[in-house]
């Protein structure tokens, strides 16, 4: 079972350049671990932009499965405006 990446309440460009490096030591501490799927929350995330989905968007491009977990209204919303519904589901997967 892997340790679950907490996204803050912020994703924006405020918050980004931050978040992302806490987000890519994570994924290489996940990955030096052999986690078979990366496990990220957004329960916490009030507020989300275009700099906080392209965050996702990198996890998306990356040759790991996660998942997302427990999206918050915000994170609903913006994937759904987008045409994101795909990282919503169960289990993410490479393309």
């Known amino acids: 079972m892997s ?41 916490k995330v009030s507020e989300i932009d275009g700099a906080g989905l392209q965050l996702l968007a990198s996890l998306a491009n990356m040759d790991h499965a996660w998942r997302l977990t427990h999206p918050s209204d915000a994170v609903v919303r913006a994937c759904s405006l987008l045409g994101l519904t795909r990282w919503l589901d169960t289990m993410t997967h490479p393309s």
């Open 3 to 43: 340790e679950q990446f907490e996204l803050p309440e912020e994703m924006t460009i405020y918050s980004a350049i931050e978040t992302r490096d806490k987000l890519l030591a994570w994924v290489s501490k996940q990955t030096a671990k052999n986690t078979a799927v990366l496990d990220v929350s957004a329960a």
